[in-house]
Structures are given as structure tokens and as C-alpha cells.
């Protein structure tokens, strides 16, 4: 693998109107701002990833509209991927990959997304803030032992992809 993407799912209904927070969808402004960004990104002629989301709906969700407007090989679903999992599963994960894709998107959660990117850094104190909808591109260059670094963060308010414009 040489590049990560590092995805925070995109704005998400109240938990208070599900009985599960897996099963939480995205707002409709979530996903129009999601596909604004996609599009965005997609005009910068990026290298296309292999999507690994979490299961939970809103992270599905969002990988769908990043897979539809910006090409992809496909969206695998991994568990490792949940919002309260420990970091390291998702290292797991990562080191798994190694040397199978030259790119690669996680979709998840906070804080598992932020928490990622920190040890993904060379000294673990990296703190990336992932608001909904933000993307992080990261080089890496070995995962074993660890050795990345941060190209570029953007998010839906930095791409300007508001509904106002």
C-alpha cells in the first residue's frame, strides 16, 4: 500500500431516533455534502482506492457515495472498523493489506478515525479534528514497523461543499 485514505462518515441522523446506533443513516444535508466533496476530489484526478468501511449504516453509506462518484475496485465491510474498536484491530487490518493495494479507504467513525491517524504519525501525536465527511490522505511507505505521512486533510466546509454555493 502507498496511500490511505482515512475517511470520517459523513453527517448522521440523531441517535435518538434509532434503537441501535449501527443503524443510524446519514441527513440528507450529510449525504449531499458528501457528494459534493466526492466530486470535488474526484476533479483532482486521484488514484482510485479499495474501500474498506465499517458495517455500520451511516459508514456503508457513505462509502456507496464515495465508491459511485470517485472509482473504485470495490467496498469490502470490516468490523475492525466500528466507532469503540481499539486502534490496534485497525492497524491489524492495515498490515493485513499491506502490499495487496497500492490504495486504500478506510471509512469509519470517531474516534477510532482520529485515534488512527495519530499512530499512524511517526511519534503518535498527530490530532486530526474529523468532522463528518472529512478525508485524510496519508503516504505510507511500511506499516511494519510503522512509517506514514500526512499529504493532505480536507473536509466539506475546507472543500466549500455547503448547499449555499
Known amino acids: 500500500m502507498h496511500t490511505l485514505y482515512l475517511a470520517r462518515h459523513g453527517e448522521a441522523e440523531s441517535p435518538a431516533r434509532y434503537s441501535h446506533d449501527r443503524e443510524r443513516e446519514l441527513t440528507p444535508i450529510g449525504k449531499a455534502k ?7 476530489l474526484r476533479s483532482a484526478e486521484l488514484e ?6 465499517s458495517p455500520y449504516v451511516r459508514a456503508r453509506r457513505t462509502a456507496e457515495i464515495l ?6 475496485s470495490v467496498i469490502e ?6 466507532p469503540l474498536n481499539r486502534c490496534d484491530e485497525a492497524l491489524d ?3 493485513e493489506l499491506d502490499g495487496l493495494h497500492s490504495c486504500v479507504m478506510l471509512v469509519s467513525h470517531n474516534p477510532l478515525i482520529s485515534i488512527l491517524a495519530a499512530a499512524l504519525s511517526a511519534d503518535g ?4 479534528e474529523f468532522e463528518p465527511g472529512a478525508i485524510a490522505c496519508i503516504s505510507t ?20 461543499a455547503n448547499l449555499t454555493d
Open 77 to 82: 465491510f470490516d468490523a475492525r472498523l466500528r
Open 93 to 95: 487490518l492495515l498490515r
Open 48 to 53: 482510485a482506492p479499495h474501500i474498506i468501511s
Open 67 to 72: 465508491a459511485a462518484v470517485w472509482p473504485c
Open 125 to 128: 501525536r498527530l490530532q486530526i
Open 141 to 160: 511507505y511500511r506499516l511494519h514497523p510503522l512509517h506514514a505521512a500526512l499529504r493532505w486533510f480536507c473536509s466539506p466546509q475546507m472543500l466549500g
Open 34 to 40: 458528501l457528494l459534493r466533496t466526492a466530486k470535488r
